[in-house]
Structures are given as C-alpha cells and as structure tokens.
C-alpha cells in the first residue's frame, strides 16, 4: 500500500534559520503531495501542495519540489520564524484508492 | 464560512458507553473522512466515505461504526468505548475522485475523547 516517510522530530530553531524537514512516499501510479500545518488546539491545514512531477508547491514563504525521481517532497524555509512552530505533516493523495495516506508529522519549534 | 465543523470539541466516557461524534461539511465535497491522532502515530484512517449512502474501512476501523445518510454529514459511532479509544479524532472532507487537482482534505477542528 501507500506510505510517507517524515523526518523524525521534534525539530528546534532559533529563528531566521534555515528550515528542512524531509519526506519521501511510496504509491502506485502518479499520487499529488500535501503538506499540512497543524498549529496546537486545531486541526490540519493545508500548507502546499503538488500535482505533478516537477512542480513546486509554495506558500508563506514555504516550499517543496515533486521529485519523482527521488520519490521525494521535501519542505523549506530559508528563515522561520516562531510562529512557524507547529506539526507539519506531508501527505500524498491517490487517486485510484480515492484517499489519502499521511505521515506521523514532524514537530517545529522556533525560539527567539 | 463554516467549512468542515465536528461536536462534540470533548467528551469523557466511561468504558462500554456509546457515543456519536457527528460531522458536518458545507462545501458539497463527495469524499469525508474519520482519522484519529495518537502521539507519535500521526493521523490514522478509520473509516471514509465515497459518497452519500457509502462507506468503507480505513486502517483502523474495529470499535468503530460510521453512516453516510446524507452528503453533508458523516457519523463515528463508538458502540462500547474501550481505553484504546482516547484519542483526537478528526474529520475531513474533500472533493473527490473527479477532480483530481483539487483533492486536499479540510480538517475539523478535532474532538478530544477520553475513556476512562
């Protein structure tokens, strides 16, 4: 079946740092890939996002590439800031199983 | 714009109590969706649901029942709630197989269970 692999946590900063946080996925045929930000007491939000091979998701100076290559969607931010500290989770969406696989989120923790 | 809205936000149970946890989503999305986050497990798929009317078994769906009566809601039941079922549990809804560049999930905000 499907899978995501995340970079383990918890991840801490100082802020203006430079973010990664990696995740590769396995899936059949050619899945779009998430990224969510879950900040605490909420639920998922989305993040960015990818349809297909080569594009590159951005939002709120986030960003990651669909490598297909690599099987990767790996996540940065070339300067966080504290209120980027949240879970984030990467996440692939397959079409032909009508649904969504996520992985176990990584844990962002930016100081002052 | 109340997008995807879940209630009970927390609840106690004792163990073998019954419950519902209800969803509702206002954007005419097909596909709906029950996960549960334990630590260090990230989100698990319980049950989900294709359409009105259908429902199929996520990765983790023993304890659990779910209904599809009409597009906009999707019902958890939880028939005897047992410790292994304290958890938050959310709701998601997306727009479905046929318009695949928009299948992102919207997230409720999360209903805490506790079973004691």
């Known amino acids: 079946g499907d899978s995501v692999t995340q970079m383990e946590g918890p991840v801490t900063l100082s802020e203006e740092a430079f973010l990664t946080i990696n995740c590769t996925y396995t899936a059949t045929g050619y899945p779009s890939l998430f990224w969510y930000v879950q900040y605490p007491g909420e639920g998922l939000q989305l993040l960015l996002k990818a349809t297909k091979a080569d594009d590159k998701g951005s939002n709120k100076g986030f960003e990651a590439t669909y490598r297909k290559e690599t099987t990767s969607f790996h996540l940065e931010k070339g300067s966080v800031q504290v209120s980027d500290s949240a879970v984030y989770f990467c996440a692939l969406y397959n079409t032909n199983a009508g649904k969504s696989t996520f992985g176990d989120g990584t844990t962002l923790t930016v100081k002052p | 714009n109340a997008g995807v809205t879940q209630t009970p936000k927390f609840r106690v149970l004792k163990t073998g109590q019954s419950m519902t946890l209800l969803c509702a989503q206002d954007m005419n999305h097909e596909y709906m969706y029950w996960y549960r986050q334990d630590p260090g497990m990230g989100l698990r798929l319980i049950h989900y649901s294709v359409g009105e009317g259908t429902t199929a078994k996520g990765e983790v769906p023993d304890g659990y029942n779910v209904s599809r009566l009409k597009k906009q809601n999707f019902l958890l039941g939880l028939e005897s709630a047992a410790p292994s079922q304290t958890s938050v549990y959310f709701c998601?809804?997306?727009?479905?197989?046929?318009?695949?560049?928009?299948?992102?999930?919207?997230f409720g905000q999360g209903t805490r269970l506790t079973v004691v």
């Open positions: 998601a809804s997306s727009y479905g197989q046929s318009d695949h560049l928009n299948t992102e999930a919207f």
